[in-house]
């Protein structure tokens, strides 16, 4: 790989690494319920992401090929700081569905972009075919940043005092500053052109590929639908190690080893899915976590419900790097960022639901909310599977 091309990839990780570095997610249900929300209200926010990621999804992304990846990147980095800011000001609940809001939409501006300009630099020097190694890196940093965030926060938070709770959003926002910092020097790889096309001919273009490509479109409907709900497992492990008797101040450590799990799985990915091969692979990343989830609604042991967690977060991380290089193979570099943007889009709108359906059943039941989450994963992989093989 040339140097210049190695150094603008190098630069997208670190950019993802800064804006990963979220220190009180350890503690975070804690925050929000030092705030007065319930689980309803915090497994909304994430509906409302969701949403503002559903609507702005295919603007931003046709806007990435048209103006841009560097002025997409950039945007991005701009609103994630705004977000941060108004988090750590939020005293009530509509300030902090404005903050997910606004963070939905700096999601938008990264989301496809950031896999689109690693395969420009990519394709620029004729290595396409590291797609797969170079987005389990991306997934990488951003996993490093998740375990050394969390295994800080626990320490300073361990009383889950207000005092706390704002040392950590204050790093939360340093390394989100660090990130936009690093968002102004990425340049684009000279061989890129944008598109001079519509926006409305960009989306149009888009849409047609997912309609006529059959197999572009079943790894999208395999993807969207077998989706291990990692955002609720992200709320619902607090909650659901506590129930387990586990320390508050072990929390940190638990989620860095899961994280650190996570780095080798993205790291490890390719390597995983040319020795077994892609079907097997698929089965592996999407019927397992399925089945540990019903694993977790039966688990009150400390011990087997922390196992349960990290191995589950693991299995979870070979998706993402494998995924994405399937997806990115097949669309053209014209119209590769609105494409990925309307297949987000496509698994938004799933999710945007079943977070408030999960969000609700969770604060009735955490073991039968687990149990609805595994049973709809495997039902999805199996039928989706199936369909695939016709």
Same mark, same amino acid.
């Given at each position: 790989m040339s140097a210049k091309a190695k150094t603008e990839i190098l630069k997208? !990780?670190?950019?993802?690494?800064?804006?990963?570095?979220?220190?009180? =997610?350890?503690v975070i249900v804690f925050f929000y319920q030092s705030r007065g929300l319930d689980f309803s209200q915090i497994l909304f926010l994430e509906s409302v992401l969701t949403i503002s990621i559903f609507l702005f999804e295919i603007?931003?992304? /046709?806007?990435?090929?048209?103006?841009?990846?560097?002025?997409?990147?950039?945007?991005?980095?701009?609103?994630?700081?705004?977000?941060? $800011?108004?988090?750590?000001?939020?005293?009530?609940?509509?300030?902090? /569905?404005?903050?997910?809001? $606004?963070?939905?939409?700096? &999601? #938008?501006?990264?989301?496809? #972009?950031?896999?689109? &300009?690693?395969?420009?630099?990519?394709?620029? &020097?004729?290595k396409e075919d590291q797609m797969n190694k170079a987005i389990g890196s991306l997934g990488a940093f951003s996993s490093f940043a998740a375990l050394v965030a969390p295994i800080i926060g626990s320490i300073l938070a361990?009383?889950?005092?207000?005092?706390?709770?704002?040392?950590?959003?204050?790093? #939360?926002?340093?390394?989100?500053?660090?990130?936009?910092?690093?968002?102004?020097?990425? +340049?684009?790889?000279k061989s890129r052109n944008a598109n001079s096309q519509s926006s409305f001919r960009i989306f149009k273009q888009g849409f047609i590929l997912i309609k006529e490509n059959q197999y572009l479109r079943q790894l999208v409907m395999l993807n969207v639908f077998s989706s291990p709900f990692l955002y609720c497992l992200l709320y619902l492990y607090q909650p659901f190690l506590k129930r387990a008797g586990v320390p508050i101040a072990f929390f940190g450590t638990i989620a860095g080893i899961a994280t650190a799990l996570e780095i080798i799985s993205q790291k490890m990915a390719h390597r995983v899915e040319r020795k077994i091969g892609m079907k097997r692979f698929i089965l592996l990343v999407?019927?397992?976590?399925?089945?540990? !989830?019903?694993?977790?609604?039966l688990t009150y042991d400390p011990f087997w419900s922390v196992l349960i967690f990290i191995l589950?977060?693991?299995? $979870?991380?070979?998706?993402?790097?494998?995924? =994405?290089?399937?997806?990115?193979?097949e669309i053209p570099d014209?119209? +590769?960022? #609105?494409?990925?943007?309307?297949?987000?889009?496509?698994?938004?709108?799933?999710?945007?639901?079943?977070?408030? /359906?999960?969000?609700?059943?969770?604060?009735?039941?955490? =073991?039968?909310?687990?149990?609805?989450?595994?049973?709809?994963?495997?039902?999805?992989?199996?039928?989706?599977?199936?369909?695939r093989r016709a």
């Open positions: 997208i !990780y670190l950019l993802n690494f800064f804006c990963s570095l979220f220190f009180i =997610s350890p603007p931003t992304g /046709v806007f990435s090929d048209r103006f841009g990846r560097k002025k997409s990147i950039v945007a991005g980095a701009a609103l994630n700081l705004l977000s941060i $800011i108004l988090f750590i000001l939020a005293r009530n609940y509509i300030v902090f /569905v404005t903050c997910f809001a $606004i963070s939905g939409i700096a &999601i #938008t501006f990264f989301s496809g #972009t950031l896999e689109a &300009i690693i395969y420009d630099n990519l394709k620029s &020097i004729g361990k009383d889950l005092k207000e005092e706390q709770f704002r040392l950590l959003l204050y790093l #939360t926002l340093l390394g989100t500053l660090i990130g936009f910092i690093v968002s102004l020097f990425i +340049r684009e790889p999407t019927v397992i976590p399925g089945v540990m !989830y019903l694993l977790m609604s589950i977060r693991g299995v $979870i991380a070979f998706r993402w790097p494998a995924f =994405s290089d399937y997806l990115n193979r014209e119209i +590769r960022a #609105t494409a990925l943007s309307i297949i987000s889009m496509f698994g938004s709108f799933y999710l945007v639901v079943m977070r408030i /359906v999960i969000g609700k059943i969770a604060d009735r039941s955490l =073991s039968f909310a687990f149990v609805v989450m595994g049973s709809i994963i495997i039902a999805a992989s199996v039928i989706l599977e199936i369909r």
